[in-house]
């Protein structure tokens, strides 16, 4: 079998007296969408952080392709192809939606130190930028400051950013978190349609989204995965059903 | 909102009368009958590049140095070290000699506060926040110490640089000749720091201020960004010294004492931090308040204060603000 793009091995992340990760393990193939859910809590962005690199872990791998990457800034584990959104956006409050990817499109075409051009004239990077914009349907907002976008735009562009980074496993924490029902179709629709141009690890609380674009899930609670598996297995994982599924309406 | 074709249009005219109006300043001071005005605004433009420079650091890339005057009394330092070892013909370092060369004693200047950047950013930018302002500031107070303590140089009580770098054929002394050259010199680093705030590296730089979690996050390394930003700063800081010493004739530990960096710091957040030409309004902008307020009562240092504090709190962008609310550029 071939190995995974991702491997995490026995990974553990301590604050004080608080395991927010515990020995976890869990893999996601070239291709595939692991998502990853769990209750409020229950340490999921804190795994996200430790594979971007924001957090340090106190104990086991992370292996990309290979590699191990838990020695390697944020920066450098961007450049090898991984890419994320993040629950809360970050954004840069001046800039413009079309100033954000094209930032993107610049950082993945090498270094900045470029002085003199004037970026924003630059049809090599609002060319690009401009295209994934209208992929989700931004264009007409390109040219707004961010903080003139709606919380649903915002949301979109954190994925536009991540997309223009052309990242080979993307990490993405609660896409949907916070958007219209009109917008997380939109949302699912699209993240559908990209389907296995690269890996994806998907943390996210809506339920009808995970099923239907998950290859894998993995369950997690209290920093420990309780369960993996198949859509199937999972909605019939009697222990998923007590600990998280079952929360609302058993 | 005017479209951007109008606004670079009226950005354009409103840059090309400043650029008029400060050619013709000295000869309009000799018409006027108050020929020091041209002194005074050398001063300005001298203090203008010095903040712009700080600018870069502060207002484009949002680090709170509070060190900035190591730089500029180090571009202050080589001018007036070469110059003693010209006029001594003493060996500087057991090999190279001084030189009054303008030429060479700015370049020198320039290289020497990029190089002390490059040392200092290198250790502070590992740090942030209020650690970063106090890291800064320390190695700025450290550096006053050490010229403090450099007898040799005057210690304490400075160096006299007996006459002007020599540049061309051209009279140094002549107030107005020595205020074309600092023009000449601010026109092109004002310039340098257009282009570079709407470059690919700007927009780095920008957005580092704004949110540096973001920038790491599209695999842009923030550190290496901060520290070019800080070495440019430092070279601008270095640029402005050189000319202050050539100005003054005379340089000294305070020129990088704690206090002139705060004092360039208000520069820049008087007349608009982040802006293009809020330094040049800052500098001028202060230079001018104290110059008024010292002529009219001995405790300006009071007065002054308040006044600083009023603008910035009901003007928005301070100087630059302000401009622009007269203008009619509401944005
Ligand atoms: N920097 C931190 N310092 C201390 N404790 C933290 C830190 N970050 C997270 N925690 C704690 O670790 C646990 C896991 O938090 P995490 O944010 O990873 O949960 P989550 O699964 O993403 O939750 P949610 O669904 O609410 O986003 C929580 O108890 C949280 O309070
Ligand atoms: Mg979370």
Known sequence: MKAPLLRIDGLVKRFGGLTATDCLSLDVAEGEVHALIGPNGAGKTTVINQLTGELHPDGGRILLDGTDIVGLPVHARVRMGLARTFQIVQLMGSYTA?????LAVQANAGHSFRFIGDARADERLTGPAREILSRFGLATRADRPVAALSHG??????????????????????????????????????????????????????????????????????????????????????????????EGDA | MSPPQATGARAALAIGGLLVFLLALPFAADLLDVPATTSLVTRMLIYAIAAASLNLVLGFGGMISFGHAAFYGIGGYAVGILFQHARLS???????????????????????????????????????????????????????????SLKYYGGDDGLVVRRRN??????????????????????????????????????????????????????????????????????????????????????????????????????????????????????????????????????????????????????????????????????
Not at chain 2, 107 to 123: D, Q, T, Y
Not at chain 2, 179 to 195: C, G, H, N, S, T
Not at chain 2, 262 to 277: D, H, N, W, Y
């Open chain 2, 90 to 148: 003493e060996p500087l370092f057991g090999m190279m000699l001084g030189t009054e060369q303008f030429l060479i004693a700015m370049p020198v200047a320039i290289v020497l506060g990029g190089l002390a950047a490059l040392v200092i950013g290198a250790l502070a930018l590992r740090t942030t926040g209020v650690q970063f302002i106090m890291i800064t500031l320390a190695f700025a107070q450290m550096l006053y110490f050490l010229f403090v």
């Open chain 2, 166 to 331: 020599v540049l061309f054929g051209l009279d140094m002394r002549d107030a107005k000749t020595f205020y074309f050259v600092v023009l000449a010199l601010a026109a092109a680093y004002f310039a340098f720091i257009w282009r570079i705030a709407g470059s690919r590296f700007g927009m780095v730089l920008g957005a580092i201020r704004q949110n540096d979690r973001r920038v790491a996050a599209i695999g842009i390394g923030v550190y290496r960004y901060k520290l070019a930003a800080f070495v440019l700063a430092g070279m601008g800081a270095g640029l402005a010294g050189g000319l202050w010493a050539n100005y003054a004739r005379f340089v000294s530990p305070d020129m990088m004492h704690w206090t002139k960096s705060g004092e360039l710091m208000v520069m820049v957040i008087l007349g608009g931090a982040g802006t293009l030409f809020g330094p040049l309004f800052g500098a001028a902008g202060l230079i001018t308040l104290e110059t008024v307020l010292s002529a009219w009562t001995e405790r300006w240092q009071f007065f002054l204060g308040p006044i600083l504090i009023l603008i910035i709190l009901f003007f928005r962008g301070g100087l630059s603000g302000l401009v622009a609310l007269f203008s009619g550029r509401n944005r």
């Open chain 1, 98 to 102: 079309l100033e954000h990817v094209a």
């Open chain 1, 153 to 246: 735009e915002r949301k979109q562009l954190e994925l536009a950013v991540a997309l223009a980074m052309k990242p080979r496993l993307l990490l993405l924490d609660e896409p949907m978190a916070g958007l219209g029902a009109a917008e997380s179709a939109q949302m699912v629709e699209l993240l559908q349609s990209l389907k296995g141009q690269f890996a994806l690890l998907l943390v996210e609380h809506d339920m009808d989204a995970v099923f239907s674009l998950a290859d894998r899930i993995s369950v997690l609670v209290g920093g420990r995965a309780i369960a993996s598996g198949s859509v199937a297995e999972i909605q019939a994982d009697p222990a998923v059903r007590i600990a998280y599924l079952g």
